[in-house]
């Protein structure tokens, strides 16, 4: 894969014919999934390939979240990402979101979450695949640890500390780990709990736009 790109805010203009090729990875986790304490979050790791261009997602979840209403919330706030018509590849490790969504399982529990995801997945021609956890696939590492992130935290990461840490992930990509990124994400989260949501500043990449971008209306 070509170098990536953090996600820019002067963008060329739409182009209403293009249809971006996407691919997202999605994953959840839930600290004390069950109890009353329970610590859920979700995280996701969004490319755009024609533009080579990245976008990450790790966010808190309160309210009595369980695992699976976890595995659906990743790809509900990875959908809210795009915001034009694309063709998606969504990628989880999770049998029951991914079975549910090409039909193989039945909509029983979580109904409002499934019928959300629905409403997200509009406009979007989605592949839904199945990877094995933790099976050292690169990006699909990333949306875990951005998920445990969150649940450990118990916040969302904030705009500059995702940027830090796309910036990370973009140099490992062509590499067989992401341990820089898993660093500073450690320290970001090391410093959530000990100092609350605060942020350092970010370096920025210049590149130049040549498609629309999956992430600008």
Known sequence: MTALKLVKENRSEPDESYTPVVSVY??????RNGSP????????????????ELKLVAMYLSGGITNQMAEIYACIKALEELCR????EIFSDSRYVIDTM?????????????RELVKKAYGHHITWRWVKGHNGLVFQEAADRLARA?????????????ELLTKHLSDENNQLNIRSFEIELERIV??????GNTTVPVPTLN????YPSAFSS
């Open 26 to 31: 999605a994953d959840a986790s839930c600290l």
């Open 37 to 52: 304490d329970a610590s859920a979050g979700c995280g996701a790791v969004i490319i755009d390939q024609n533009r080579a």
């Open 85 to 88: 018509p694309c063709r998606v």
């Open 102 to 114: 090409n039909g193989r399982n039945r909509m029983k529990t979580n109904l409002t979450l499934w």
């Open 150 to 162: 969150a649940s450990t935290a118990r916040t969302d990461l904030a705009f500059d500390d995702l």
């Open 190 to 195: 090391s410093r959530y709990q000990t100092f």
């Open 207 to 210: 590149g130049v736009a040549v």
